[in-house]
């Protein structure tokens, strides 16, 4: 090959040689192995201090861990740039898994206090899931899916094109994001069998000291462990300037290897005098991008160890990062403080959340509706600086208490509230239409209406009753977080087991609350009000706040995205009329 290194594939020399040195740094118990380290450190010198410039081979490889530098800065939030992008390749029903590395990765356990933005310069990850049809109506796969990703909205779906492999459509799909101004110094793929020391690995690039060898421009570089077609899914680093090369030469062929990486590298590897394009730096390194052979003692280099693929028990992925001392890396700076709301809290953690079920029913009849819902309220949050939480699990675990899966509700917001000072809730069938205005604003006129901050001062909560109906709209409502908030819902609406399933169960039970005269001087009761802070679809006037759907029979989802249609076309032309019902 002109103007590149070749080394032995195999790595049995080198990884004699980087063994010895490993041993040699750690400690030396016995002097001929001190002798005879030295003099094979002597001899070579000359191959770990050289500078790689030009195109070149770099295989089987060990480094010292690096201590971490904390980094506080936040990103630009137009044109964000990271040192890593990560993308983590998923199965649609794996929803175990992704929570899985979520936690240990990121230290993402739940979603009280979500990632609204990525807003670090250290990383972004998205999970990657290859596009299918969507599955059968009866599957709780897809509802459980969908949950998630309005939950966590970090699930990203592709379609390879053609006869694009798995590794060309996430490499493309890198370019998508970079020209939507997002930009990144190195594309790092795994799957999500796969535990990735990602602070030891940035360390190492940071330093351009990779398989022993000085890097002068990691950014043309690809790194993974390509000794065979099952290891080279396991976690494979790209430069950014490395990207666009490859995809250039996707027409290298091979037998052996599907992968546009491994035949990009075997390809070279085997055609030595062949010029590498752009000069692009290929480093073959199964010494740190290790296949789990079932026991940390039969890893040769735990030490040198960045990457373990192909393991699929989720104890051991735990045990692993454990043993490694693997520490989470985290994406937003709003998760530097998880805990409740007091007066200590971050200031870079909102203190307002919109909050909505992300919960599908085995119905089915808001399968398409829910996530465009959930997008609409995740926009007006983001719009003005709020945390949206949407929440299933606590609809779920309603069959475990004997309730209404409705119950899930009241569960939710009593979970979430602690974390901010004021909530609002929205049913799934209730969408934001008029999106400039503020919580903030909502709450300035509900001061007014109860004659100033002093009086506002002892309002916890806010709901209305539509004008013609006896009963008040508990699918909008505002509450703030304290001691009669929390006293509200566990003596006052969680305490009615009479309504698990009865009548108009936790709706009534929260009617009846509000009336009682130790709850009462708390409550802002929009008796009769439609407009608000939510009306019906037939009753809208120009300026209403929220919509809600609830028809008394028949599913809400049609009526639901006609309507997020009306709300994109009046943010568009806002002077364009408005047929009702909205």
Request: aromatic content about 10%; proline content about 5%.
């Amino acid at each position: 090959m002109k103007n590149s290194t070749i080394m032995n594939i195999e790595g049995q020399s080198n990884f004699l040689v980087d063994y010895a040195k490993y041993q040699f740094r750690k400690k030396t118990k016995l002097l001929p192995l001190l002798i005879v380290t030295f003099v094979i450190f002597l001899f070579a010198i000359p191959y770990y201090t050289k500078d790689f410039n030009t195109g070149s081979f770099i295989n089987d490889f060990n480094d010292e861990y690096i201590s971490p530098i904390p980094v506080k800065s936040s990103q630009d939030s137009k044109c964000p740039h990271y040192k890593i992008m990560l993308f983590i390749s998923s199965e649609m029903e794996h929803i175990e898994k992704r929570m899985l590395m979520r936690e240990e990765l990121f230290g993402i356990a739940d979603n009280l206090v979500p990632c609204m933005k990525q807003d670090t310069p250290e990383i972004f990850y998205k999970f990657l899931i290859k596009k299918k049809e969507r599955i059968k109506d009866d599957d709780d796969f897809m509802r459980n899916f969908l949950s998630e990703q309005m939950e966590y909205n970090d699930i990203g779906e592709i379609s390879p094109q053609g006869n694009d492999d798995w590794h060309q459509a996430l490499l493309k799909h890198s370019k998508i994001l970079q020209e939507t101004c997002i930009s990144f110094d190195h594309l790092v793929m795994i799957d999500e069998f796969t535990m990735i020391n990602l602070e030891k690995l940035q360390n190492q690039i940071s330093s351009s000291k990779i398989a022993n060898q000085t890097i002068s421009n990691t950014q043309k570089m690809v790194w993974g462990s390509f000794n065979s077609n099952i290891t080279d899914e396991m976690a494979i680093i790209v430069g950014q300037s490395a990207i666009q090369p490859i995809l250039d030469h996707s027409n290298y062929k091979s037998t052996n290897y599907t992968s546009i990486l491994s035949r990009f590298y075997h390809h070279h590897f085997n055609h030595p005098n062949e010029k590498i394009p752009d000069d692009l730096i290929l480093i073959n390194d199964p010494i740190s991008i290790v296949e789990w052979p079932n026991s940390i003692k039969s890893i040769p280099c735990v030490d040198c160890v960045i990457a373990i693929g192909h393991v699929y028990q989720d104890w051991e992925i735990r045990k692993i990062r454990d043993k490694l001392s693997i520490q989470v890396v985290i994406p937003c700076n709003v998760r530097t403080d998880i805990e409740m709301y007091s007066k200590n809290t971050s200031k870079l953690r909102p203190k307002i959340a919109v909050m909505t079920s992300s919960f599908l029913y085995k119905d089915n009849c808001m399968l398409e509706a829910a996530p465009i819902s959930a997008q609409n309220k995740r926009e007006y949050a983001e719009k003005h600086g709020y945390a949206f939480v949407s929440r299933s699990s606590e609809f779920v675990q309603q069959l475990y208490r004997k309730r209404n899966l409705v119950w899930g509700k009241i569960d939710a917001v009593e979970k979430v509230l602690p974390y901010y000072e004021w909530l609002i809730w929205l049913d799934m069938d209730a969408i934001f239409v008029n999106r400039s205005l503020s919580i903030e604003s909502l709450l300035k006129m509900s001061e007014e209406k109860v004659g100033g901050k002093k009086e506002f001062s002892k309002i916890n909560f806010i709901v209305a009753r539509p004008i013609g109906d006896d009963m008040i709209n508990a699918g909008v409502f505002l509450i703030r977080n304290s001691e009669w908030a929390r006293d509200f819902i566990r003596a006052g609406i969680q305490a009615r087991r009479d309504r698990a399933y009865r009548g108009m169960k936790e709706q009534q039970a929260m009617r009846d609350a509000i009336k009682r005269p130790n709850w009462k001087p708390n409550v802002l009761y929009l008796n009769g009000d439609d407009h608000t802070i939510n009306t019906f679809p037939d009753r809208y006037v120009r300026g209403d706040y929220i919509v809600h759907y609830a028809p008394e029979e028949g599913c809400p989802a049609n009526p639901v995205l006609g309507g997020i249609t009306k709300v994109k076309l009046l943010e568009e032309s806002p002077d364009n009329e408005v047929e009702l019902p909205f």
